[in-house]
């Protein structure tokens, strides 16, 4: 961990208010320091009206790409949003192998996973370079005494990243591994929507093989489902670029035929219809 990440949470005094106004303002352009409301924002939720918006600054670090920002066993002491850039969560068993438990991105937090044994569980490493904002545990429960509604603003974001977890295994369980892939091509296009970005045309920041990690996937069933799904019209695949299509069929989609019959299929589809058709008219005729 980078030698910035223990500071903590700045408190701005009425005396000091007035001469490092303009300093701070400096830092938070230069995306150093980001107060109350802005961290609020990010997050997705309404602000602490309780808390007045500059009477905290929260420090910004930046990692490079393949930086972890905690490891298995460290000791907790700070929660972390991200404000730009794309992770990965890992737990590591003792044979060195990893299991992808997530891919944070901006507006997600990191770090909750050592609430409870104040020791990180898993570990976070950098897929591009990054902008962090340190939320310092011991200052955020501090205020969370005096400002309850902060506190359970906070409740509130970590719930919402255990209820997209548990999403995550009931899809598991339930899908085939072509709608595993679909649905998490799906996710990723509403997420990039969600920061503005466009969800038709994305570049893959993880690996395929860490794509199968966090789907219960091999990385051959991956590529050979992507690889299918570029076949009949659902995406278009470029080495990580990926556009998508046809994100209903995606979104609707159960299971493919063997890739023989899909061959078949598509012809005479094309032949009877004299002209190409549709993905989600082939799909609908498999």
């Known amino acids: 961990m980078l030698s910035t990440q223990t500071s903590e949470i700045r408190p701005v005094t009425t005396a000091t208010v007035q001469s490092s106004s303009m300093e701070a303002g400096r830092q938070r352009q230069g995306r150093l320091w980001s107060n109350l409301k802005e961290v609020c924002d990010l997050l997705h939720i309404p602000a602490a ?5 500059e009477e905290l600054l929260f420090q910004h ?3 490079k790409t393949g930086q972890r920002i905690h490891t298995i066993g460290q000791p907790f002491d700070t929660l972390y949003i991200v404000n730009s850039g794309f992770l990965k969560t890992v737990l ?10 997530s891919f944070p991105m901006k507006g997600d937090m990191l770090g909750v996973d050592g609430i409870h044994t104040r020791h990180y569980s898993s570990e976070a490493v950098a897929l591009s370079d990054c902008d ?3 939320l310092p545990f011991k200052k955020l429960t501090a205020l969370g005494r005096v400002h309850l509604e902060l506190e359970n603003m906070m409740y509130g974001v970590m719930s919402r990243e255990l209820v997209r ?3 995550m295994i009931g899809m598991l369980g339930a899908l085939s591994a072509e709608a595993r892939v679909a649905r998490f091509l799906v996710s990723l296009a509403d997420r990039f929507a969600q920061m503005g970005y466009s969800s038709k045309l994305f570049n893959l920041r993880m690996t395929r093989h860490e794509i199968g990690s966090y789907l219960g996937l091999t990385l051959e069933t991956v590529s050979r489902t992507l690889s299918a799904f570029n076949e009949i019209g659902l995406i278009s695949v470029d080495q990580r670029t990926i556009g998508i299509k046809d994100p209903e069929a995606l979104k609707t989609l159960r299971r493919l035929p063997p890739s023989r019959t899909r061959a078949k299929q598509l012809a005479a589809a094309k032949s009877k219809a004299g002209e190409a058709v549709t993905p989600g008219q082939l799909l609908a005729a498999l």
């Not at 590591?92 to 438990?101: P, S, T």
Request: hydrophobic residues 50%.
């Open 49 to 53: 009206v309780s808390v007045s918006t």
């Open 132 to 134: 962090l904002i340190l």
């Open 61 to 63: 670090v930046q990692f």
């Open 92 to 101: 590591i068993d003792e044979f060195g192998n990893e299991q992808v438990l």
């Open 165 to 167: 977890e548990q999403a």
